[in-house]
């Protein structure tokens, strides 16, 4: 729901670590012309997803390999016909990236911050990053009932794990899982398991600033 909560980190670096267990894992950004993981790694990809959607380009053209081996496709920074994509275009795209599945073995998708369309059309396996921010809170609490509403919406087939990122301990942590899932239990139709915590990291910021993701530079 919330902007800055670390999604972008998380996804990063649960790649690597994934990478590291053997895993093919490649992280999609899709946080469409605002792309953020590029950044991170400090690297500049050679095609992004606007190639792919309008320059004819194949899904293993746009992939970029980084650290540890693992691939990434840009959403493209600055694309205004990305960060505008029609309903139609975002199932094309979906169709299209289902290529993935012979070339990966875990796919992470980075969602942008909000409730918007685009946001929900990639909800399968949901890991929920929150932190103990009263608006972070909200905003995931806002996503879960905006989920819960959308039509093609299945509780059965929809995983929602929650993550407590940058938490003081596991006390933190279960206090954060705890105040989400009473007003969840009490008002929605949608099950959230708790997956586990990040604890905050002194030295997460200097590794954004260094463009290297902190589970290889600490």
Known sequence: GKGGVGKTSLSVNLAIQLGRLGKRVVVFDADFGLANIEIMLGIRPKYNLADLMYRGKSIEDIITYGPENIGFISGGSGINELA?????????????????????????????????????????????????????????????????????????????????????????????????????GKFLDVEVDFLGSVPYNKNMQRAVMRQAPVSISD
């Open 84 to 184: 505008n994509l029609t309903r139609d275009q975002v199932f094309s795209m979906i169709h299209r990236l289902e290529e993935l599945d012979r070339i990966a073995d875990v796919i992470i998708v980075d969602t942008g911050a909000g409730i918007s369309d685009t946001v929900l059309e990639f909800v399968a396996e949901v890991l929920l990053v929150a932190t103990p921010e009263p608006t972070s809170i909200t905003d995931a609490y806002a996503l879960l009932k905006t989920l819960n509403k959308k039509a093609s919406y299945r509780p059965e087939k929809t995983v929602v794990k929650m993550v407590a990122n940058q938490v003081r301990g596991e006390r933190e942590a279960a206090e954060l899982f705890e105040k989400l899932g009473v007003v969840v």
